[in-house]
T-cell receptor
Framework: KAGVTQTPRYLIKTRGQQVTLSCSPI?????VSWYQQTPGQGLQFLFE???????NKGNFPGRFSGRQFSNSRSEMNVSTLELGDSALYLC??????????????FGNGTRLTVT | QKEVEQDPGPLSVPEGAIVSLNCTYS??????FMWYRQYSRKGPELLMY????GNKEDGRFTAQVDKSSKYISLFIRDSQPSDSATYLC????????????FGKGTRLSVIA
């Protein structure tokens, strides 16, 4: 079974630009979560989608948004990029969502660098 | 106080040693406990998954949960250089739409 696929693997953007990251979950998984990982803060939760609905949102500004499609694939968008947005963005899928104890399975992330 | 505390290390051990990695937490509502391993330039990989208290063993890895002390551990027996990675603990509640909460990770180096 194919794992979680994230594209692109690397991105370099300039301050003020916007970016869209893509995630394909494991086949059959209906929940997709996004995390931001930085050396200082570790893994921080961005949002979780289940059956195209956002179920939970972390403490990030409105510049961070996401969506999930009917085939469970997900995208996240960051507008008006800031230098502090440079991070590894991780997508993870789970069968039924973390509130049921279903563990997360991660992709290898998209490394975003904002200059 | 952060919900989940994990010593960042780095931890350096000789090959063959027994490694003990730990996390403490403050939220008594956590019921599901996980350990992830993350290699450089890779995403976290699920290693162990336990529900509530008790032990779970899988090959060289043993996960322990002590809910009374709000303390979880991962033991690695006969450690190998290939175990060199960052180990993250994670936990979640079993009610409400709550995300998985992660520790910051412990960097482990196993020296041949």
């Amino acid at each position: 079974k194919a794992g979680v696929t994230q594209t692109p693997r690397y991105l370099i953007k300039t301050r003020g630009q916007q970016v869209t990251l893509s995630c394909s979950p494991i086949s059959g998984h209906r929940s997709v979560s996004w995390y931001q990982q930085t050396p200082g803060q570790g893994l921080q939760f961005l949002f979780e989608y289940f059956s195209e609905t956002q179920r939970n949102k972390g403490n990030f500004p409105g510049r961070f948004s996401g969506r999930q499609f009917s085939n469970s694939r997900s995208e996240m968008n960051v507008s008006t990029l800031e230098l502090g947005d440079s991070a590894l963005y991780l997508c993870a899928s789970s069968l039924t969502g973390t509130d049921t104890g279903s563990p997360l399975h991660f992709g290898n992330g998209t490394r975003l660098t904002v200059t | 106080q952060k919900e989940v505390e994990q010593d960042p290390g780095p931890l350096s051990v000789p090959e063959g040693a027994i490694v003990s990695l730990n996390c403490t937490y403050s939220n008594s509502a956590f019921q599901y406990f996980m350990w992830y391993r993350q290699y450089s330039r890779k995403g976290p990989e699920l290693l162990m998954y336990t529900y509530s208290s008790g032990n779970k063993e899988d090959g060289r890895f043993t996960a322990q949960v002590d809910k009374s002390s709000k303390y979880i551990s991962l033991f690695i027996r006969d450690s190998q250089p290939s175990d060199s990675a960052t180990y993250l603990c994670a936990m979640s509640r079993n009610s409400g739409n709550t995300p998985l909460v992660f520790g910051k990770g412990t960097r482990l180096s196993v020296i041949a």
